[in-house]
């Protein structure tokens, strides 16, 4: 019971309150208590480790890395072009110094804590409750893509649905949060850089 309600409370009431019309100063203590338990879970019951594994389970895995992100890269630069073509590639042309230096901040503030609660520690901690590895595998896509509602766009629902299980299946075969982080900032980044900031509240 104890594991279902921190699933209730970390992964979907937090989401819910960042959709809620308040001033963000008050959202503030629900996150830092969130922080502080994860923090406190992650070092006395998970006892993760902090290590960088450099040798990847990678096998068979970067063809299908390789051809998908084409995919999406041939894919996204199309529909910006054809239906809003004066953001393609706006703000790595008119902006250089924005582009640089929210890539890095994006990469250090959302993609590292964000593979870090979906990935590490929601595989260690909450993977026993769902022994069906598609029903466990579902629950972790939809609550990563739940976790984008409070920028209220079914798009941005959509594309983190997706990109939710292109993380699962990496983090799965690799057991890597760094492969998974550099997997997400890229996707995130050429999103940011074809012309889809705006949609996912980047500055743009």
Not at 75 to 97: H, S
Not at 185 to 190: D, T
Request: hydrophobic share 55%; charged share 15%.
């Amino acid at each position: 019971m104890k594991k279902y309600l921190e699933l209730f409370f970390l992964y979907v009431l937090a989401p819910i309150i960042l959709l809620v019309d308040i001033e963000f100063v008050y959202k503030i203590p629900y996150f830092l208590i969130g922080f502080i338990y994860v923090g406190y879970l992650t070092i006395k019951e998970e006892k993760i480790e902090w290590k960088i594994e450099w040798r990847l389970k990678t096998r068979g895995l970067l063809v299908p890395l390789i051809i998908r992100f084409v995919f999406i890269l041939i894919a996204t630069v199309l529909f910006i072009y054809q239906f809003e073509g004066e953001k393609l590639f706006n703000v790595i042309t008119t902006k250089p110094w924005l582009w640089a230096w929210f890539s890095v901040v994006y990469i250090l503030l959302s993609v590292i804590p964000q593979e870090f609660l979906y990935r590490t520690f929601f595989f260690s901690r909450y993977r026993e409750l769902f022994p069906n590895k598609w029903i466990f595998m579902a629950v972790n896509c939809l609550l990563f893509s739940f976790a984008h509602i409070w920028l209220q766009s079914p798009i941005v629902l959509i594309f983190t649905l997706v990109g939710g299980l292109f993380y699962f299946i990496t983090y799965r075969r690799t057991q890597s949060l760094l492969f998974v982080c550099i997997e997400h900032a890229v996707y995130g980044i050429w999103l940011f850089t074809v012309g889809f900031g705006e949609l996912f509240n980047f500055p743009v």
